[in-house]
């Protein structure tokens, strides 16, 4: 046990290494998402113009729902995952795991955790600065129920991130290019995962649909939670069905690895 611990320990070290190198990338990739956040700010603050609320929600706590998306996204986003999978296969970089005693995705996660904490910090920079300007528009609830359940919502929602990038990563074993399934991957999540405007907004038979895929599960559900847009009972629910899809994925992800190295096997002779 403690000797796999010290194997992924050492994993993500390097991983750490590695993303810290290209640590200017993700700083600039966080200063252009506030240039994003203005844009999204200027144009709420518009609709608002002469209304109280939308939604059954004020202008503060809108704003502070996409601010909290934002931090969302460089913590528990899954940027490049999917294409370095595709490239470690194509390449044949993955055969080198299959003889090592290491499994392929708990070391891939553990690179994404490594990934994720150096760019969640740096995002934290330009919110820092933009802060001043910001916290007029920022309010948070303070019951504690959301914090116990926010925090394991966001566990979830990274693993459910992670695991969709995985699993087109898998595809590479059947087709040569995933660009196509990724794009529309991306389409999806940003317009049923809350990225471009909350989703209890939308019609209610959209949000229904929505709840029912795993995108709503990627990031409007825990931002949601920790920026009171969800009751208690429907937070409890939303993480039970978080919960399944955790494990449906991964049950999905063994089922390609297994799959796709009975291909790769076949096509390397």
Known sequence: MLGTLNKYRHVFIVGLQSNIVYRWNFALRGFIS???LIVVFTLWTAAYQGSTEIGGFNVQQTMTYFVMLLVLQFFIGAFNEDYEISEEIRNGLINQFLLKPINYFTYRFTIYIAARVVSGLLILVPLLIAFPFIKDYLTFPD????IALGLPSILLAGLI???IAYCFGM???WFLEIQGFVILSLALETLLGGQMFPLDLMPDWV???SQCLPFYYQMYFPAAVLTGRIDQALAIQGL???LGWVVL???LNCLLWSRGLRRHTAVGG
Not at 143 to 146: G, S
């Open 249 to 251: 994925l991964l049950g």
């Open 143 to 146: 019951e504690l129920w959301r």
């Open 171 to 173: 595809l590479t074993f």
């Open 240 to 242: 039970i069905v978080q």
């Open 161 to 163: 991130q992670f695991s």
């Open 34 to 36: 506030l240039f994003h």
């Open 207 to 209: 949000f229904k649909i």
